[in-house]
């Protein structure tokens, strides 16, 4: 975590956020003693209680942050929910394929803990878990009884959780640096959503790579497309990628450098299905 960025992004909203810490000295120093006496599990406590304390009685960049902190709540409680009930009843070969997808059900666990407890220590009340339809309303009715179903689902869910995060990181402290210094997930997602596409591709379900191309579904379906559209842009800060500087590099290539991020009503349509009313 990068302290001093987290603090530079929210000066560009609250050019008196040094004062609610009485200094910056004050405020780094305050922060620097979490790395060295702090387990990585209380971090949030920590975290969640000075910005509590230096923001008592306002509005604005707390409540922005506890407001993003439970809508990323709401999308590791499907991804825990998922896991387990996956680990539970999905036929998962034994060996490499199951200790995959037993560590990453514990990344996501820890996930809504570590959300949970972060959300508290700002003085916010953390959403409740949803109750979840895995079958999407029958459009993946064997779920838990196919697993190559089961593998898809999962790429959806952890492909849709990287471009959630990018596109909320983007409304928040004009960078993002408050959400992904909170957080520190989106890059766990990342590697969740390559691995489990490497798995499905192992074992021919679908022509999927670690990354996504375009906005390829991976045979997966129109179902699913809302998840993927977008992924096809191959301009990044105004600038088109394909054929840049005159190198050959297609479309599908420019498309694979970069996730793009999705907007929270997109993200709230596209997990709606999977969420009982």
């Given at each position: 975590m990068n302290f001093n960025n987290v603090f530079n992004e929210i000066e560009k909203v609250d050019a008196d956020v040094y004062d609610r810490f009485d200094t910056r000295r004050t405020a780094m120093k305050n922060f620097a003693r979490f790395s060295g006496k702090l387990a990585l599990t209380a971090i949030p406590l920590a975290l969640g209680s000075m910005f509590k304390k230096a923001y008592a009685g306002t509005t604005g960049t707390l409540e922005t942050a506890v407001e993003i902190l439970n809508y990323a709540l709401t999308l590791e409680y499907l991804e825990s929910e998922f896991y387990i009930m996956g680990l539970a009843q999905a036929p998962i070969p034994a060996g490499a394929a199951r200790g995959a997808i037993e560590i990453i059900s514990k990344h996501e666990s820890a996930h809504v803990v570590f959300l949970t407890n972060a959300i508290k220590a700002a003085g916010g009340t953390p959403g409740a878990k949803p109750a979840f339809?895995?079958?999407?309303?029958?459009?993946?009715?064997?779920?838990?009884?196919?697993?190559?179903?089961?593998?898809?689902?999962?790429?959806?869910?952890?492909?849709?959780?990287?471009?959630?995060?990018?596109?909320?990181?983007?409304?928040?402290?004009?960078?993002?640096?408050?959400?992904?210094?909170?957080?520190?997930?989106?890059?766990?997602?990342?590697?969740?959503?390559?691995?489990?596409?490497?798995?499905?591709?192992?074992?021919?379900?679908?022509?999927?790579?670690?990354?996504?191309?375009?906005?390829?579904?991976?045979?997966?379906?129109?179902?699913?497309?809302?998840?993927?559209?977008?992924?096809?842009?191959?301009?990044?800060?105004?600038?088109?990628?394909?054929?840049?500087?005159?190198?050959?590099?297609?479309?599908?290539?420019a498309s694979e450098a970069f996730d793009e991020g999705l907007s929270k009503d997109a993200v709230l349509a596209i997990v709606k299905p999977f969420i009982k009313a």
């Open positions: 339809d895995f079958t999407a309303g029958g459009a993946f009715a064997n779920v838990f009884t196919s697993y190559p179903t089961f593998l898809a689902v999962a790429q959806v869910f952890e492909d849709t959780g990287v471009r959630a995060y990018k596109g909320r990181a983007a409304e928040l402290v004009k960078g993002g640096d408050l959400l992904t210094a909170a957080l520190n997930i989106h890059s766990v997602e990342a590697r969740h959503a390559a691995h489990i596409r490497s798995m499905r591709k192992a074992n021919n379900f679908g022509d999927a790579k670690p990354w996504i191309t375009g906005k390829d579904t991976t045979g997966i379906g129109s179902a699913v497309q809302a998840s993927y559209n977008g992924e096809e842009n191959t301009i990044q800060a105004n600038i088109q990628i394909t054929n840049i500087n005159g190198m050959a590099i297609t479309a599908n290539a």
